[in-house]
């Protein structure tokens, strides 16, 4: 030994989530083995990775693989590799402490599960790895020596709060984790992780693909020597006690160890690319689509993409990470390869095998090399192509689901990604006020345009509900004209940017000059009657501006308004109220915006206004109903009073006053 054995406690999240995974209800405890033989792997990778490039490290990788190692008088299962291994620091860090974010918002997340299924998908997408060692076993012991290093160092727990650690001498490079499994129990859904038939059911199911063999002793009678036909059988035999000739231990390689993504689609299954896609994602779903494509000339590359059925929990958090994996001819050269995959599509997964890329490149090499970058715009535009094709086909109830996952992500290509800005708006699905249950695209909305009509209508808000009942809205639903109704917080940015679809501009009912009836047949008779109503009102609408000069920089009459007296509009290119909002709580100052009052001059109010002017333009009331106006409008898009004691004093006066 090469020092005394130290106790610590788990960090205080990392206990309860240890106390979460132990005692949920799994459908399924078969994931550890998954778990385990996964960590086993990246560590053959990082090893072979960095014996290429750091001279400083001396170690054997002629043959890398994984074992598994059954002990039934003991009941222990070790899973061990000869890959990198582990210093005692990156233990405490990796295994006594959760140093990632999110933890926490994960076990708040379990507690609000519904049942048993939603608590077990929510832990397969935090990816508990090793701690879904502790759901079958009373005691975990870690073994593990880093390759560069003399010393190895011996860690145990069992799960329960503490674990001890200490250095030990002699210890091989890598890792062994040894569990002292819980007796079975199928009531609880243990099965027998010691018999030979359950641990090939589970490599298969879950490992197959993984690069590395992965190995475990067979114990076969003398007369199967020279035969190596029927492995699981001669095993089960053994297992269950047959007697014969004296056995002879082999070692059988459990997984086929084919790169998925080197073989023809023909020659791969759905199931075997759902396995695959689950394997790399954590993902307890299937995926949504599967994108297998290979380029061949100057620079060959093969790519395995997969579209989630589901959004991760963490989609819109900065430390989310992205792209692909990336793989040099089968050599693992670095996860989340953020130089192959766009922010916006930053919910794909998969695997990119490039030929003819050096092994020790880095990322900010591949940020600016022009192979890769090739590699990225036809990895887009497959995964682009991808959703169209769905779009197109004949389930739309597929689509909107897609949509409703990822369709927030994907408008932020909008602002990222001009050369496929017409890819993407042809795939915007977007509510509308055409239909109350379905969305419609961009492409549909044209179709529905009436004639005359040159833009396409939209307003945006919080909820479906506000942008309806917006005063914006009146004269559009009044007269058919189609609106499109834009809810996610992207919707403020992206519809300022892009200059329009098939030749059709984008046009807020919020904002600039809206004249309905001149887009819609130019009558002479209605331009003689907004001449008449702006001499009406030639009058009140200066003095008004006037008095609400801190607030608004116009006021005018509307042509979009038909049963509310006033709204509040900007000009086209004004920032909206949300948008400003949105850029003060990124802790940006944004100079305050005047806006411009519209008034509704069939309104019985705004006509009582006017001839009160007219009669008297010095009486103080005036002025307070004049605030009230602007308030109550203010109040109908959603916004917030500046001076809300003062408006309620207003009302309750004039209230008062009517009684």
């Not at 620091?89 to 959760?98: D, H, K, M």
């Not at 693909?209 to 003398?222: D, L, Q, S, V, Y």
């Not at 003095?543 to 509040?568: F, G, N, P």
């Not at 709580?585 to 519209?598: N, T």
Request: hydrophobic share 40%.
């Amino acid at each position: 030994m090469g020092s005394s054995t130290e106790t610590l406690e788990f960090q205080a999240e990392t206990r309860q989530l240890l106390q979460l995974v132990i005692h949920s209800i799994y459908s399924n405890k078969d994931i550890f083995l998954r778990e385990l033989i996964s960590n086993a792997s990246d560590a053959l990778d990082k090893l072979r990775l960095e014996s290429l490039t750091d001279s400083t490290i001396e170690a054997d990788t002629a043959d890398l693989h994984i074992s598994l190692e059954v002990d039934q008088d003991a009941r222990t299962l070790t899973v061990r590799d000869n890959g990198i291994g582990m210093s005692r620091e990156e233990i405490v860090e990796l295994i006594g402490t959760i140093a990632k974010s999110g933890t926490g918002r994960l076990l708040e997340k379990i507690k609000e599960a519904k049942d048993a299924a939603a608590a077990q998908s929510l832990i397969g997408q935090f990816g508990v790895g090793f701690y879904s060692a502790f759901m079958v076993a009373d005691k975990v012991i870690l073994r593990t020596r880093r390759a560069g290093t003399d010393e190895g160092t011996l860690w145990e727990s069992d799960g329960e709060g503490t674990y001890t650690i200490q250095a030990v001498d002699g210890l091989p490079v890598g890792t062994s984790v040894t569990l002292h499994l819980k007796p079975a129990d199928s009531e609880d859904g243990l099965a027998d992780y010691l018999a030979g038939w359950k641990i090939r059911q589970i490599v298969k199911q879950y490992s197959d693909f993984i690069r590395w063999p992965i190995k475990m002793a067979a114990e076969r009678t003398g007369a199967d020597l020279g035969s190596d036909a029927d492995t699981d059988g001669d095993a089960t035999a053994a297992e269950d006690g047959a007697t014969g000739p004296a056995a002879t231990p082999a070692m059988d390689t459990l997984n086929s160890m084919k790169a998925l993504w080197a073989r023809q689609r023909s020659e791969v299954s759905e199931s075997e690319y759902s396995e695959f896609y689950k394997q790399i994602s954590h993902d307890w779903l299937n995926p949504a689509e599967t994108i297998h494509m290979r380029a061949e000339g100057t620079f060959e590359y093969e790519a395995l993409l997969f579209i989630p059925s589901q959004a991760p929990f963490d989609l819109f958090s900065r430390e989310t990470k992205r792209g692909v994996q990336l793989y040099v001819k089968r050599v693992f050269i670095m996860d989340d390869c953020e130089a192959l995959m766009p922010n916006y599509l930053r919910f794909v997964k998969g695997v990119v095998d490039a030929h003819d890329l050096s092994l020790n490149i880095s990322r900010e090499i591949l940020q600016h090399d022009r192979q890769i970058q090739g590699v990225r715009r036809r990895l887009v535009k497959k995964v682009l192509g991808a959703l169209k094709n769905i779009q197109a086909g004949d389930d739309a109830e597929r689509y909107a689901k897609l949509w409703g996952q990822f369709g927030r992500v994907l408008k932020e290509g909008l602002l990222e990604d001009t050369d496929n800005t017409e890819a993407l708006l042809a795939l915007v699905s977007a509510e509308s006020t055409h239909d109350a249950e379905k969305t419609t695209t961009l492409r549909e909305y044209v179709e529905r345009m009436k004639d005359g009509q040159d833009a396409i209508y939209y307003l945006t808000g919080e909820t479906r509900a506000m942008v309806e009942n917006s005063p914006h809205m009146e004269a559009f639903a009044a007269k058919g004209y189609e609106v499109l109704i834009l809810t996610d917080p992207v919707d403020e940015v992206w519809v300022e940017q892009v200059p329009g679809f098939d030749g059709h501009r984008f046009q807020s009912v919020a904002k600039g000059q809206v004249d309905l009836d001149a887009a819609a047949d130019g009558d002479a008779e209605a331009d003689s009657d907004k001449a008449k109503r702006n001499q009406d009102f030639a009058a009140l609408l200066p003095w008004m501006a006037t008095a609400l000069s801190e607030h608004v920089k116009q006021v005018r009459l509307s042509s979009r308004l038909t049963t509310s007296a006033a709204c509040i509009v900007g000009d086209a290119h004004d920032m909206t109220p949300t948008l400003e909002k949105m850029y003060r709580a990124m802790g940006q100052q944004m100079p305050p915006v005047k806006r411009i009052l519209e008034l509704n001059p069939a309104h019985p109010l705004v006509s009582a206004l006017r001839s009160a002017h007219e009669a008297n333009a010095d009486d103080p009331a005036l002025t307070e109903v004049t605030e009230l106006v602007y308030g109550s409008a203010l109040l109908a898009e959603g916004g917030d009073l500046p001076d809300p004691a003062r408006f309620t004093r207003l009302l309750t006066t004039r209230l008062t006053h009517t009684l």
